[in-house]
């Protein structure tokens, strides 16, 4: 007893500025029970410079213990406010919404955080006029709401660095963006309705444009117009995207989510999904033939190893150094990745994240296929039978994923002459927690590059 009573003692001894970062760390309500522990504790977290109310795990605040927690603060600043309604509360109103807005902007609150999975009264919430003119924000996240501005008040966020709008109605236009000289960082996620995204006149300090569409929010064409950006991060779905300029990109990471699921009667409809898939992806790599860095994963290796099958030619990305992929090294992905490999004159790394197959069932691969005239032993028995269905890998053991592993590192060694690291992590497939079987993949790895110049590097994650 007397040596926990020597630990507590130890950190309330801390100055004020350590608990309360620590604090930090914890929902609001947790840290003021800490006022029990002892005078000392009392007050300490009236001061805490972050304040965090409710999340989707502990359910929705409540509106009488949000206002008497405001009542009780002391801080003259709030570096971070985070509020969160997961579902209907029927004594909130926006009238009250609005004065614990108005509380975080008085006290020059840097991070602003709000997600309300519900409408006020049917009605879409409108924001005080007050954060529109805050000059402290720096970080702002919204989830199911949405940002109105025209007509009554011009945004005025002079500091806003990062700006992310999740399940919103709209994009930003050029009025919106004209308010945010120092915006870096922008995130639409499953914004629905928006289908040309304009940052053609945005700020040029605005490099990082983060985008996940889902089928359901915005079917049809989406554009992306950004001519100053330099990172782009794109989840999208089937449906088309194109884009249009993104010119100074040196950095890029696209991923295709296929939300779709086809029975046996969709043959129709798979030949003409993939085939708009083929011809959306290879627009999108003649459009990052100048990028320096490239992530692609599973779904957009397969669709373009369709493409690659089909002997449609493929973009040469002139100046990518670095190249990451996130797949299973099974064979449906094999042919895309041997033509990236050959169509990457100036790689010099390749980093390659295992993983267990999650992707496009192969039996809808050849559906295509086979819609377009190819004969599948042809295809597959060519080049690539070394490598195994997304199904049969799923039964093997780790004897035969050792092999696996050897083939798909010869591929890459015979596909590449510019290389010079290879990158293998083994985190999220089965036998990555044996360490028999890595210790074993560690004393093949000189056979594998005996004669070459490829420094090879292998991890567990």
């Given at each position: ?27 609001i ?16 977290w ?24 405001l009542i ?20 909130l ?47 702002l ?26 399940y ?58 950004a ?93 990518v ?97 510019t ?30 590059s ?12």
């Open positions: 007893m007397d040596h926990m009573m020597r630990r507590v003692d130890s950190i309330s001894s801390m100055p004020d500025v350590i608990l309360h970062h620590i604090l930090s760390f914890i929902p309500d947790h840290g003021i029970r800490t006022s029990t522990l002892s005078r000392r504790w009392r007050h300490v009236c001061e805490t410079p972050c304040i965090h109310f409710g999340d989707y795990s502990c359910g929705k605040p409540r509106v009488r213990d949000i206002n008497q927690t009780s603060y002391k801080a003259p600043k709030i570096k971070s406010f985070h509020l969160c309604v997961p579902e209907w509360v029927p004594e109103e926006p009238g009250q919404i609005d004065s614990w807005i108005e509380f975080a902007v008085s006290r020059n609150v840097e991070e602003l955080f709000l997600s309300f999975n519900y409408r006020v009264y049917g009605e879409t919430y409108r924001f005080p006029h007050l954060l529109y003119r805050s000059s402290s924000l720096e970080n996240s919204l989830d199911f709401l949405t940002i109105h501005t025209r007509g009554f008040t011009l945004v005025s966020w002079k500091s806003l660095r990062t700006l992310r709008l999740g919103c109605s709209q994009s930003p236009d050029h009025d919106f963006l004209s308010g945010c000289p120092a915006l870096e960082t922008l995130t639409l996620g499953y914004c629905g309705g928006v289908h040309r995204l304009d940052l053609s006149n945005s700020s040029p300090t605005m490099t990082t444009l983060k985008i996940i569409r889902h089928q359901s929010d915005t079917p049809g064409l989406f554009e992306i117009v001519p100053h950006l330099r990172y782009l991060d794109l989840k999208n779905t089937e449906e088309p995207c194109t884009l249009v300029d993104v010119s100074s990109l040196t950095k890029a990471r696209v991923n295709i989510r296929m939300d779709r699921h086809y029975s046996d009667n969709d043959d129709d409809d798979v030949k003409a999904d993939f085939l708009q898939l083929e011809n959306m992806l290879l627009k999108m790599l003649a459009k990052l033939s100048n990028v320096e860095e490239l992530t692609f994963k599973t779904a957009f290796l397969q669709i373009i190893s369709l493409a690659e099958l089909r002997g449609v030619p493929f973009s040469t990305l002139n100046k150094h670095t190249l990451t992929f996130k797949t299973m090294f099974a064979r449906s992905v094999i042919p895309g990745i041997a033509r990236l490999l050959q169509n990457s004159p100036g790689l010099k790394k390749l980093i390659v994240h295992a993983r267990e197959p999650i992707c496009i069932e192969d039996r809808d691969l050849d559906t295509y296929l086979g819609s377009q005239g190819l004969n599948l032993d042809q295809c597959w028995r060519s080049k690539y039978e070394g490598f195994p269905t997304s199904i049969v890998f799923r039964f093997k053991d780790a004897t035969w994923y050792l092999k696996l592993v050897a083939s798909f590192i010869e591929m890459v060694l015979k596909n590449v002459e290389l010079e690291t290879l990158v293998v992590v083994f985190k999220d497939v089965r036998c990555s927690d044996d360490p028999t079987w890595f210790q074993e993949l560690l004393e093949m790895i000189p056979t594998i005996n004669n070459n110049n490829v420094s090879i590097v292998l991890g567990r994650g």
